[in-house]
């Protein structure tokens, strides 16, 4: 089996062609790793920019690379082929520290090679998540290369953070360290269509309280003292990407604004629903106990 893992840097800019923004890859570097997880090799590639020439600041301070080593730089495309026959093995399994990085590189793949898939890619790993679920810190936050190493003790002070090279040999020393075949595999997809779909996916949020997706019972609340079922005494609205309205409890008058958020998600929809009981409600509630 052979493991590479992939890191790159890009440049944000705007690009006519698409009339969109656009993340425009400047340097590719990557690590091969063998059954024994041991580095075997690297690669490095700086590509040099078309679509915008000029490097953005925030680019330019993260990670040191400038204009003028861009210039000497290789066509995307001559990179993409030369990391292609680098790779060798087409059973390989590609790894980036989240799919951002993959996201990236598929973009870039459409746009200078009109290709819709990865031409080096047929198995893939998220570094990240597999990192997230062996160490078991949950998904709801991801995890920076720089502080992934901090938890492993892994020494970065003799590296680049953020430039790609330095990224994929840090990420190596990371591999090294948390794999294990059985859970690995489970990490581990083949890049079908189905792949790319889930890639590609964008998450969205309902606003549209008529939708089929907004459950009657997603819109119901009950009261967080008495229990009893709430009375809604004002008009959902849509804000902040959730849909809001007012409640009252007719049992002990307290009142409350609920917010209902519905995240369309490649594996369905995911609700969450909030319950904010209203200041002066509890400030009238606690003054009456004081009362007492
Ligand atoms: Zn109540």
């Known amino acids: 089996m052979t493991y590479i893992i992939i890191d790159l840097e890009w440049n944000g800019a705007y690009a006519r062609r698409t009339r969109g923004y656009f993340n425009e890859i400047i340097e590719i570097g990557a690590v091969k790793m063998d059954d024994s997880l041991q580095l075997v ?9 078309v679509v915008s020439r000029k490097l953005s600041s ?8 400038e204009e003028e080593e861009l210039e000497d730089g290789m066509p995307f495309s001559r990179a993409v082929s030369q990391l292609r026959k680098w790779i060798t093995d087409p059973e390989a399994v590609i790894m980036t520290w989240s799919t951002t990085d993959l996201i990236v590189m598929l973009e870039n793949c459409r746009y200078f090679l009109r290709e819709e898939h990865i031409p080096f890619m047929n198995r893939y790993a998220d570094l990240q998540a597999y990192f997230q679920n062996r160490m078991g810190t949950g998904s709801a936050q991801q995890i920076s290369l720089g502080k992934a190493c901090e938890m492993l003790e892994i020494s970065d002070q003799e590296l680049d953070l953020h430039r790609a090279l330095d990224d ?3 990420s190596g020393k990371i591999f090294a360290k948390i794999y294990e075949a059985k859970s690995f595999e489970h990490q581990t997809f083949y890049a079908d269509s189905e792949f790319y779909r889930r890639l590609t996916f964008k998450v969205s949020v309902v606003n549209d309280i008529s939708s089929e997706h907004v459950k009657i019972s997603d819109l119901r609340f009950s009261c967080e003292d008495c229990n009893r079922m709430l009375n809604r005494i004002g008009e959902w609205r849509f804000r902040n990407r959730a849909f809001c ?5 007719r049992g002990c008058n307290r009142k409350y604004t609920a917010r209902v958020q519905i995240k369309l998600k490649y594996s369905g929809a995911e609700t969450n629903r909030t319950l904010i009981p209203h200041a002066e409600e509890i400030a009238e509630k606690e003054s009456k106990a004081d009362d007492l």
Do not use: K
């Open 58 to 65: 925030i680019v330019q301070d993260l990670t040191g690379i």
């Open 168 to 170: 994929s040999i840090l």
């Open 245 to 249: 309205a007012d409640f009252l409890c």
């Open 41 to 49: 090799d690297s690669f490095h590639a700086v590509i040099r920019p």
